[in-house]
Nanobody
């Protein structure tokens, strides 16, 4: 069984910074692409940033130049450094990972989600 646990959310003033972490645990053979999504009240969940197994990254236009996604494969962890935060960044942030696991010596992959962490940007 695989679990993704996020941490690092909280309340921050506009212009401030936060760093989110998402650690994967369980019967993990390896991690493929990982990403961060967010969902604000009354809105659909949207992709914020993603990173492939080869460390290629892509970002939503609204966060380019302010957010940075990175990963530590040794720790099965993905990070989201968020700088110059704006009130419109307020949302629940979710971690997503495509996880490789082994069953009966066969390598499979599946998507998993974290439980979400609240980020509130307000003065």
């Amino acid at each position: 069984q695989v679990q993704l646990v996020e941490s690092g959310g909280g309340l921050v003033q506009p212009g401030g910074s936060l760093r989110l972490s998402c650690a994967a645990s369980g019967s993990i053979f390896g991690l493929n692409a990982m990403g961060w999504y967010r969902q604000a009240p009354g809105k659909e969940r949207e992709l914020v940033a993603a990173i492939t197994g080869g460390d290629s990254t892509n970002y939503a236009d609204s966060v380019k130049g302010r957010f940075t996604i990175s990963r530590d494969n040794a720790k099965n962890t993905v990070y989201l450094q968020m700088n110059k935060l704006k009130p419109e960044d307020t949302a629940v942030y979710y971690c997503n990972a495509n996880v490789r696991y082994s069953i009966a010596s066969v390598i499979r992959a599946n998507d998993y989600w974290g439980q979400g962490t609240q980020v509130t940007v307000s003065s």
